[in-house]
């Protein structure tokens, strides 16, 4: 049964999209809360997180090669003015949505840095709602929401959101999915029982088993090609299928 009709026959707590509604009902011109504002200050200065010697819990479901050059600190190249607007806009719409649930009262939390000291994991959450659940924004273009609405969240976003359950020890989430081409939104509530638990405890121990032993997992395939939207993104795109060996990468970094 696909994801479109499960949801018809299993009507879903759509906690957060309720009271977003009626907030936006009587803020088109938006009010934001102290608390809110402040935040989002913060989050203007705040200056880029350094990922080198960790392993992120947002990337596991992703190129397991980009993780462990993200692991060695490897210089990134800069995105180019497209894929850089993209980062900008999805920035906005999470501090749109952070601040909206601020002031709106469904969010207690934002930005809650989260660690797994056994599989090694850190990572930092979008929100914790009101009722505890894990908050997870995503900006999306038609395509990509109309893949959600028919077959539910993307895989790697499942990954991450496991992998999220699993630092933060919660059983239940909510991903709410903005689609920046018309701004539909959807909120699509989660349960621990309904993610890959299993798949990210072993993505994880399998990551650090090839980190610890200096083994380098191969290009997906796609790369080796030089296409693809994961090769054309990758900001070590430049030096990846040159790379061989850990001591090969290791070297790199100079």
Request: glycine share 6%; proline share 5%; net charge neutral.
């Amino acid at each position: 049964m696909k994801f479109s009709e499960t949801v018809k026959h299993n009507t879903p707590d759509l906690m957060i999209s309720k009271r977003h509604d009626a907030w936006l009902e009587s803020n088109d011109h938006p009010k934001y809360s102290t608390e809110a504002i402040k935040f989002a200050l913060r989050e203007f200065k705040a200056t880029p997180r350094v990922r080198a010697g960790t392993v992120s819990a947002s990337s596991l479901g992703e190129c397991p090669r980009q993780q462990q050059f993200t692991y060695l600190g490897l210089y990134r190249l800069p995105p180019d003015q497209k894929n850089a607007m993209k980062m900008h806009n999805g920035a906005m719409v999470h501090l749109r949505w952070q601040m909206a649930g601020l002031t709106a009262g469904w969010l207690k939390g934002v930005e809650v840095p989260v660690i797994h000291h056994d599989l090694g994991l850190r990572g930092t959450m979008d929100g914790i709602s009101d009722h505890g659940d894990v908050v997870e924004i995503k900006s999306i273009n038609l395509n990509g929401f109309s893949r959600v609405n028919t077959f539910g969240p993307l895989f790697p976003h499942l990954y991450q959101m496991a992998s999220y359950m699993l630092c933060s020890d919660r059983a239940k989430g909510r991903f709410i999915y903005e689609c920046k081409d018309n701004q539909e939104y959807r909120e699509i509530p989660i349960t621990a029982d309904e993610l890959p638990m299993g798949e990210v405890r072993a993505a994880a121990k399998s990551m650090w088993a090839h980190i610890t032993n200096h083994d380098l997992f191969e290009p997906l395939s796609k790369c080796i090609d030089r296409e693809g939207w994961q090769y054309n993104s990758c900001p070590f795109r430049d030096r990846c299928l040159k790379i061989h060996t850990w001591e090969d990468a290791s070297a790199s970094r100079a």
